[in-house]
């Protein structure tokens, strides 16, 4: 009898050899919709994956499996710095956010998050909305960050930009022994909807601020604003802005502006801002160090929006999540403590902080173990 030749669909054990440190990777599949998605669980020391649902037309798996175990580990680092009772976890769908959207794809998505059990909390991200998570909604109650009129917090720029200015806060005490915001010189790029609010509540202490955005109704508002309050603001260009004479650079606006180029201009004493994935890689850190610019993590400074988030499973809670976000000012100053204790850059103190964090936890469950199943999920 002859034997059919069998094709290896992956070479030797190469995929769990890319998950080493990944609890589970779920591949999901709807033909009828089209559906093509990855879940990626990381680490549930901490309680249920969490983690936001990207779209993007990935050229290949490959692509998309490695934004899925990237972005999923960067999460459980992002809720132990922020101490939300969650582990790390993130999705990938596989297509055209412009093109290749139906409720029908977004309800089968649902379903297979539903058929993780609790183990996998998720909402929007780069190239899906709100909207779309509404469909997913009625398929399971693993689903944060919808609107207000279901059941969600609204808008997060709030908690993440309060939590930016508690971060500024501590990097003041750092920097001048007094955590004042008035006084203080600022360079912020971007004013949307959290650089907006960060710059207001400056403006309102009293700060001077150099400011740039590429809207230019998004200046023409804070220049009207900042005529009724008591400090001061001058617009630059978006070049400009990195070679400000500012104590502190805010970034606002996008990723990778912490690279070659721009620490050559950098005059600040520290960056502290919203953006996500400020640093190009993480060497820009140690640049910054060895620069003596303190740099104030984003991953823990921008974290706001998640607490808001987490809350949402408890019912949500406008007072608790901001009492919440305070504690990024502790989390802030333990990490340049930490830093400088050691001599080690703020983003390898972050993240051995995170890591001691999740240990302790592990500990305290008494063996590596996962908690499927939040006790207040029960209830839902
Ligand atoms: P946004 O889109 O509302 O604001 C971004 C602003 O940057 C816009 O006003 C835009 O015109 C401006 N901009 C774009 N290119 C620019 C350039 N070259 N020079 C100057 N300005 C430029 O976004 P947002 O919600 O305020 O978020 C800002 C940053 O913070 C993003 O990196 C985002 O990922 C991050 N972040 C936001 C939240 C949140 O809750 N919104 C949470 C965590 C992290």
Request: aromatic letters at 8%; one cysteine or more; charged letters at 20%.
């Amino acid at each position: 009898m002859e034997t059919a030749q069998r094709m290896p669909i992956v070479e030797n054990f190469e995929l769990f050899e890319r998950m080493a440190e990944h609890e589970q990777v779920v591949l999901c599949h709807d033909p009828s919709t089209g559906l093509r998605a990855i879940i990626a669980i990381h680490n549930t020391t901490n309680g249920p994956a969490l983690g936001g649902c990207r779209m993007y037309p990935y050229k290949s798996f490959d692509d998309a499996m490695e934004d899925a175990l990237r972005l999923s580990k960067g999460m459980t680092y992002k809720c132990a710095a922020t101490d939300v009772d969650f582990g790390g976890g993130k999705a990938v769908i596989i297509g055209d956010p412009q093109t290749d959207k139906s409720p029908e794809l977004f309800r089968a998505f649902g379903q297979f998050v539903n058929s993780l059990n609790g183990r996998f909390y998720t909402g929007t991200d780069m190239g899906t909305t709100m909207e779309d998570f509404i469909h997913a909604s009625k398929e399971t109650n693993c689903i944060v960050g919808l609107p207000a009129a279901y059941g969600g917090g609204g808008d997060s720029s709030i908690p993440t930009a309060a939590g930016v200015l508690y971060g500024i806060k501590a990097t003041n005490q750092t920097l001048f022994g007094s955590e004042n915001l008035g006084g203080v010189s600022y360079a912020i790029q971007g004013l949307g909807k959290v650089g907006s609010k960060v710059a207001i509540g400056l403006l309102e202490a009293g700060a001077h601020l150099y400011v740039t955005d590429i809207s230019e109704e998004s200046i023409k508002r804070m220049e009207e604003i900042a005529l009724t309050t008591p400090g001061t603001l001058k617009v630059v260009t978006s070049e400009e802005i990195y070679s400000q004479e500012a104590d502190v650079f805010i970034p606002c606006a996008f990723g990778g502006i912490v690279n070659d180029q721009t620490i050559e201009k950098f005059k600040v004493k520290a960056i502290a801002g919203s953006a996500n994935n400020q640093l190009l890689t993480e060497h820009h850190g140690k640049l910054l160090q060895e620069k003596g610019i303190l740099y104030a993590p984003d991953y823990i400074i921008n974290s706001g929006g998640l607490i808001q988030v987490a809350d949402e499973l408890y019912g949500i809670n406008h007072e608790r999540v901001l009492a919440k976000t305070k504690h990024i000012y502790d989390s802030i100053l333990e990490v340049y403590k930490m830093a400088s204790i050691n001599g080690i850059s703020t983003v390898e103190a972050a993240n051995k902080m995170c890591e001691q964090r999740i240990v302790n936890k592990a500990k305290r469950n008494g063996f590596f173990t996962t908690s499927l199943k939040p006790k207040w999920a029960f209830g839902k």
